[in-house]
């Protein structure tokens, strides 16, 4: 004890190596049971489903199968989006959405998404229709930006 050695030493296990894990068996092993795992999955509520549907991205899986295993990416592979997500706080939806509840917000801020995306891909199907390649009949404007054909003498 003098030496600072055994500091803590009356709260230790009878058996310190039970303790451990050794580092092999840690690293890159499974802590999940995947028989187990799969069937807690199979036995979630519908609202646990949706969520996870909504938010189990693939930085998510990858960062669960570093923690639990491969085994629980495996069992969770048809939940969640193909692509990241942005997560943004019900507060913004509610302040830019008011609305008398958070889920008309929700579905205020979907319908505006909606209609923006739809509108600027109908814009970007009249830009490519009169850019490059297009006949001189669907050009709708008078085109006053191209260079004379000849140099104009002074």
Same mark, same amino acid.
């Given at each position: ?23 092999? #068996?840690? !690293? *890159?092993?499974?802590?999940?049971? $995947? ?9 979630? %509520?519908?609202? @646990? ?21 491969? #085994?629980? !990416? *495996?069992?969770?592979?048809?939940? $969640? ?9 019900? %507060?913004?939806? @509610? ?60």
């Amino acid at each position: 004890m003098a030496n600072g050695n055994m500091q803590g030493a009356g709260m230790m296990a009878s058996n310190p190596q039970e303790n451990r894990m050794p580092m092999e #068996e840690s !690293v *890159g092993g499974s802590i999940v049971d $995947g028989g187990r795992f799969q069937q807690a999955v199979s036995n979630l %509520s519908d609202e @646990s489903s949706t969520i996870l549907e909504q938010h189990l991205t693939p930085p998510v899986k990858k960062a669960m199968a570093e923690l639990f295993g491969p #085994e629980v !990416v *495996g069992v969770l592979k048809d939940f $969640g989006p193909t692509e990241p997500t942005i997560n943004i706080p019900v %507060s913004i939806v @509610s302040q830019t959405y008011p609305a008398k509840t958070i889920e008309e917000s929700i579905e205020m801020m979907g319908q505006d998404f909606a209609s923006k995306a739809s509108s600027s891909m109908n814009n970007q199907q009249v830009s490519n229709q009169q850019g490059l390649g297009s006949s001189p009949a669907m050009m709708t404007e008078e085109q006053n930006n191209v260079p004379p054909a000849k140099p104009i003498m002074a």
